[in-house]
């Protein structure tokens, strides 16, 4: 982990490879939770949860 600490970007942290995966495995945990839940709600995996894990894993 690392955290910058001048100007804009004071509170901006790197997150580890170990933390991005527990965070990915939480939202795909999540998901399935969401579409038991609520049936029918729209939330689809692709495009709208595999764009934002794409975007996670590219940054």
């Known amino acids: 982990?690392?955290?910058?600490?001048?100007?804009?970007?004071?509170?901006?942290?790197?997150?580890?490879?170990a933390e991005e995966k527990v965070l990915i495995d939480g939202l795909l945990?999540?998901?399935?939770?969401?579409?038991?839940?609520?049936?029918?709600c729209g939330l689809k995996s692709n495009p709208h949860i595999e764009s934002k894990m794409k975007w996670f894993k590219d940054k």
């Open 1 to 17: 982990m690392t955290v910058s600490q001048g100007g804009r970007e004071k509170n901006k942290r790197s997150w580890t490879k």
């Open 29 to 40: 945990e999540m998901k399935e939770e969401l579409n038991k839940k609520f049936p029918g």
